[in-house]
């Protein structure tokens, strides 16, 4: 044969040979709309073709490679499963309705006996993925009408099952289960596998269609860069490494999938943290894969570049989940969650290399400066250039002196700088302008500095989940059913102004929450006693320990009111603000 041979196939034609899916394949990714959209296509088609069979659907091209009576899928293996379960969904949806009925000819487009080199029988699939175990498992069972309940979720598991299901909802609802369904069915059947064609690419050797496959995609048309790196690093490898590099790929996938990230996201990231480049798009990753090797090594030592992909992944994990490198916790990264931040994740991939008294400590002066950012409605799209930069000088600190020196140089002048802007965003703070997850980080960071300064060693102050959670409101000192105070507010045309304000909300455990709401200061006055918090006890009294305690001192600064008023909501704002100034670290 040629080097290269293609011609057209009809989805009949097509099924009548075996494909193979390689393990380092990318898994299955096609989600429910495009099953729908691939067969509304041919309903279409079909719908308005019924008087005459002369017409033809073309739905791409496949790149294969024959080896031992079997073809190596290259390219095109999403819309190649995707049709085996839409063959799997009209199979069993005219079973269902003609139980009696032979369905021979199509259970053959499914699976079928083929013979070996020995003159062995073996049945087997027509699509058969060898990529992941449990991936491969309830494709077989679907194609074998075999239970598929029992086969433990991943990404690629779950997408299949969502296909098969989505092919067999669109056929009930496009035939319905009446008299005609049968034949309509049956009709649709036949031009399916008639009528829609695809162009099957054949090459002589491994290496030519893996060459043709880049050629195609290069652009990443139908791949994304993860697929296509993925497939240049396995173009390099001996088959004797296929196992070895696909559960490393797999694993990483695994762990980027758990940690709900999307993988082109995460390989944006990991360049911007590990290399020199400037700001990547997502469809600019593969180009510069292939133009930034010599950086990487991906070719030249891929299991090398492998690992450090599959701890970056794992690190994302856990900086996602609020804790360090190690899995440990970390109450800055566990802040930064409440910030609803991501862009920060370079710098952290680029800190992977700190110890754990570096790597706490640039984490606390990056959750000051995402706030600062987040408070005073700095432009965010410029971050990820700031921290491309950042990054690379992040790359190179290995003592507490160079992170010290990178701190003072870069992250605290582009904080000051908005010192001024930071403070008139607290002064006109109220629970409008932000949502309430922020609202509630930013009650929870002045309340927990407040008792962090005054039980100094105490651990139960040292996370937020101590007081954003379930047993912790916010609670309105003026409260916001106001109709019994029409008469004692001074301004009361302006009192929904005042109720939104910083200055009147605190945060105060629920079931004394419960017994004082929509209560008048005066009545809420020995309750607030009662709290725990320092910063809500302080509204009504001066709390007083000794003579220079640490707990006189963190509440010091903090006034007590005798009446709850405009005045005293509108101080209390400017003392708030002056809290937070020392809570994310802004100087005067």
């Known amino acids: 044969m040629a080097i290269i041979e293609s011609r057209d196939f009809t989805l009949e034609e097509l099924f009548g040979y075996f494909y193979v ?77 003609e139980p009696n009925k032979s369905l021979d000819a199509l259970k053959k487009l499914i699976a079928s006996s083929s013979t070996d080199r020995n003159g062995n029988e073996k049945f087997r699939d027509r699509i058969e993925l060898q990529y992941d175990e449990d991936s491969r498992k309830v494709l077989e069972n679907i194609a074998r009408l075999q239970k598929i309940d029992h086969i433990p979720q991943n990404s690629s598991v779950e997408r299949i099952i969502n296909a098969y299901k989505a092919a067999c909802d669109f056929l009930r609802e496009e035939f319905g289960e009446d008299e005609n369904a049968i034949s309509e069915l049956r009709k649709f059947y036949a031009c399916f596998i008639k009528n829609v064609k695809l162009v099957r690419v054949e090459t002589k050797s491994m290496s030519q269609a893996l060459t043709v496959f880049t050629t195609i995609n290069n652009r990443g048309v139908g791949l994304d860069g993860m697929d296509l790196l993925k497939n ?24 980027i999938f758990k940690s709900k990230e999307k993988p082109l996201r995460f390989l944006r990231y990991f360049i911007m943290a590990k290399y020199n480049s400037e700001r990547l798009r997502k469809d600019n990753i593969y180009e510069w894969f292939e133009k930034n090797e010599a950086q990487c090594g991906y070719l ?103 992170l010290n020196k990178f701190i003072a140089e870069e992250i605290e002048p582009k904080k000051q700088n908005l010192a001024t802007r930071f403070e008139d965003a607290f002064l006109k703070l109220n629970q409008s302008s932000v949502n309430k997850t922020k609202l509630q980080y930013i009650l929870a960071k002045l309340t927990q ?84 918090y320092l910063i809500t006890k302080s509204i009504v009294e001066k709390v007083n320990i000794g003579v220079s305690t640490s707990i006189d001192r963190a509440v010091k600064n903090l006034d007590s009111y005798e009446e709850w008023n405009s005045e005293s909501i509108e101080s ?17």
Request: glycine share 2%; aromatic share 12%.
């Open 572 to 588: 209390r704002q400017k003392s708030l603000t002056q809290l937070a100034k020392k809570v994310w670290d802004i100087k005067y």
């Open 300 to 402: 030249e030592k891929p299991f090398d570049f492998m690992d450090l992909l599959l701890k970056s992944a794992q690190s994302l994990a856990h900086f996602k989940n609020g804790q360090d490198i190690k899995g440990n916790q970390n109450r800055y990264l566990q802040n930064i969650l409440y910030l609803s931040s991501s862009q920060h994740i370079v710098l952290l991939l680029a800190s992977q290399h700190f110890s754990s008294e570096l790597f706490i400590e640039i984490c606390r002066h990056i959750e000051n400066f995402l706030f600062v950012y987040n408070i005073t409605r700095e432009r965010t799209n410029s971050l990820e250039n700031l921290f491309i930069i950042w990054a690379a000088k992040l790359r190179q600190i290995r003592d507490k002196t160079s």
């Open 21 to 97: 899916v390689r393990a380092y394949q990318r898994e299955y990714v096609w989600e429910e709309k495009h099953v729908n959209e691939l067969m509304n296509d041919v309903y279409i088609q079909f719908y308005e073709n019924k008087s005459g069979s002369d017409w033809e659907y073309f739905i791409g091209s496949i790149i294969v490679c024959e080896s031992q009576g079997v073809y190596e899928l290259i390219d095109g293996q999403q819309r190649m499963t995707t049709v085996c379960l839409i063959l799997c969904a009209i199979r069993d949806f005219l079973q269902d309705l």
């Open 232 to 255: 240049l690093m396995f173009i390099q490898i001996e088959n004797k490494d296929f196992d070895k590099l696909k559960k490393q790929w797999k694993q990483m996938l695994d762990i």
């Open 449 to 532: 500095y407040v008792d962090e300064e005054a039980y100094k060693n105490d651990e139960s102050h040292m996370y937020l989940k101590n007081y954003i959670n379930k047993n912790v409101e916010i609670e309105h000192i003026l409260p916001q059913n106001y109709d019994q105070l029409k008469s004692n507010f001074d301004k009361l045309d302006e009192i929904e102004k005042y109720i939104k304000l910083l200055g009147n909300l605190t945060l105060i455990e629920k079931p004394i929450n419960s017994s004082i709401k929509n209560k008048s200061f005066e009545f809420k006055k020995e309750t607030y006693k009662k709290s725990k």
